[in-house]
């Protein structure tokens, strides 16, 4: 009977994953669009300068929306949170090729769809926390990470067969028509039970959610939120170009090469949860060995100026930084469903991530005229150092140490005692 109950818990939370798998692969294949079809745009002459604005526009109202909304999740069901944000950015795919020859109208509409899509990611997070047991949970966050990482991928496969206004269109429909269904899906889980919202409050206690959130080592998980969010979305966006103009490829092979990184990346999520389980299940550790590999490999780069070895090194750099990333987003964020602020940690931790990641691209671009690309990649190594410095075990040091200094107190052997 307890096995029958078990697998039931499991089906179930492959349903709930599933779908929300599905509906962030929408989400992704929409924001990485204006990416993929940027050279097709500068063709038909718009600026760069014009597209840069606007993707700019994006990456700071995703960034506030996943703030705003993700406290707001903590109280909305993620049904209608879900399900609009698809919606609503749907509708903004639709009307930015309309009206993208209109700088400021095209801003403020692509600036739309960033706040929107960031209505999802805080409260699907808290539905799967809330709805499924922890090492579900893990499971379900590790299916919608990876579909994240296989949106680039897919936006550019779009835009290879299809015209730019043509692959708005496309992805604005796969929005539509996921709100719709999952709108439907959500409903029937609700009604058969599978789903339930308010499980959970925010504990009332001395010190507040604050002080819980603390305990809970909010600030190194912030900090590793703002060190990965860099490498995941900066190192990603400049990408192609360090192809092309450090490597010295031609614009058409970088783009290829670019393409089949963006798919071995995209494997991250399954190759960090595989550590995880290696390790006993312990996120700290994995988070630490990610890293220092991570480190490791960015100094590769630095070293190796081969181009097929240098581009290994590169991708190798970047899975590892974003398998720390996975723990984040996989493991500690659903951890916290019995403090009731899934959402809003998520929402936040997010923020953190993407405008720490508008900031760098800001600077990188300056950075790549101003100290060339050889320098650049010491930043980047220099970035996921500070990673690893991070996620050393200072309170199990600490413990430890003061275990120590108590254990010779008193103790004839002070030489000992003064040489720990």
Known sequence: MKKMKL??????????????????????????????VTPQMIENGFLESNIGAISSSYFI?????????????????????????????GIANILFPIFAEDQTVAIAIYASSGFFLAMIYGPMTKLVSENTDPIHATRC???YTFASFIGS???????????????????????????VVAFC?????????IIKYGQYKREKQKGGSFKELFRRRIIK????????????????????????????????????????ATLFIATTAFISVFVYERLKRNMNLTILIMFSISTLMFLGVYLVRQPVINVIFM??????????ATMLWSRYCPSLYDTGMVSSVTGFLDFLSYMAAAFANLVFANAVTGIGWSNLILVWMGIVGLGLIVALPYRKMFKKFSKRRTDNVGSKNTAAADEW
């Open 153 to 179: 991928p897919a936006a550019g496969i779009l835009a290879s067969f299809l015209t730019w206004k043509s692959v708005f269109i496309a992805g604005s429909i796969a929005l539509i028509a996921m709100a």
């Open 315 to 324: 991708v190798l750099a970047i899975m590892s930084s974003n398998a720390a």
């Open 185 to 193: 899906c959500f409903l029937l889980m609700e009604r058969k039970g």
């Open 61 to 89: 109202t995703y960034a506030i929306g996943q703030l705003i909304n993700g406290a707001i999740g903590d109280k909305i069901k993620a049904r209608y949170m879900i399900c609009m944000g698809l919606f609503f950015a």
């Open 7 to 36: 697998s039931s818990r499991a089906k179930h939370a492959v349903m709930i994953g599933a779908l929300c798998s599905v509906s962030y692969l929408a989400v992704y294949i929409a924001r990485n669009i204006l990416g993929a």
């Open 221 to 260: 998980f912030s900090l590793i939120s703002i060190l990965t969010g860099i490498i995941r979305t900066s190192v990603i966006f400049w990408l192609p170009t360090y192809i092309a103009q450090y490597l010295n490829f031609a614009p058409e092979k970088a783009a290829g090469i670019y393409t089949v």
């Open 141 to 143: 966050s590790l299916g």
